[in-house]
């Protein structure tokens, strides 16, 4: 079955660091770019980072940028995101999503999302 | 930075309508790069439509996307109960990154 699975969210102190997994199955993992995309209650979707198939290419929100990592493991077929100096305003659901087209950086929808990890940041 | 505006907030209609749900870029977006989601309550966000105008796999053709420059619409033909759902676009390839609208919440009337 082709799906992500991520992991790693909870209630976190300001200031405090936690880091997100996502688990990949049922798709050539190493082939496509991927992202994460956080979703604050009752609110709509920010995009959080991005990191391309083949690792050469990365990108940040502004509101993120020195903050927060994005990594991944071809091998694992996981992707992960570091989060550090987190503050309320981080608390969120957060998506690990898929780009559409292979081999590809910045031209491809999102076609897969996994179910997201809720993050809270609270003290 | 690319802000993406939608309209209207809030759609109020009832089984069987048509819904028009409107996208305004604060600049030009290229079509290839304008996308539109669905989300239930719930659930995760579901790409709907990618390059403007063509359905992604699986999505029924009640649901159209059409539009250019800075002017894009997503139009729900026949609407089915299970269509009532907030609808987000979204945009890419540009100096902005990605962002998405606001989002519309199409109700049941």
Redo the contacts between chains.
């Keep these: 079955e082709v799906q992500l699975v991520e992991s790693g969210g909870g209630l976190v102190q300001p200031g405090r660091s936690l880091r997100l997994s996502c688990a990949a199955s049922g798709f050539t993992f190493d082939e496509y770019s991927m992202?994460w995309?956080r979703q604050r209650p009752g609110a709509?979707?920010?995009?959080v980072s991005?990191l391309s198939w083949d690792t050469d290419d990365v990108?940040y929100?502004d509101f993120v940028k020195g903050r927060f990592t994005i990594s991944r493991d071809n091998a694992k077929k996981s992707l992960y995101l570091q989060m550090n100096s987190l503050g309320p305003e981080d608390t969120a659901l957060y998506?690990c999503v898929k780009d559409?087209d292979s081999n590809s950086w910045?031209?491809s929808?999102?076609?897969l999302?996994?179910?997201?990890t809720m993050v809270t940041v609270s003290s | 930075e690319i802000v993406l505006t939608q309209s209207p907030g809030t759609l109020s209609l009832s089984p069987g309508e048509t819904a028009t749900l409107s996208c305004r870029a604060t600049q030009t977006i290229s079509s290839?790069?304008l996308?539109w989601?669905q989300?239930k309550p719930g659930?995760?966000?579901?790409?709907l439509i990618?390059?403007a105008s063509n359905r992604?796999p699986g999505i029924p053709d009640r649901f159209s996307g059409s539009g250019s420059g800075t002017d894009f619409t997503l139009t729900i033909s026949r609407l089915e109960p299970e269509d009532f759902a907030v609808y987000?676009c979204?945009q890419?390839?540009g100096s902005s990154?990605?962002?998405?609208?606001?989002?519309t919440k199409l109700d049941i009337k």
């Design positions: 992202h995309v709509g979707l920010e995009w991005g990108a929100a998506y559409q910045y031209v929808p999102f076609d999302w996994g179910q997201g | 290839s790069y996308a989601f989300q659930q995760a966000p579901r790409l990618y390059g992604a987000y979204q890419f390839g990154m990605y962002t998405f609208g606001q989002g």
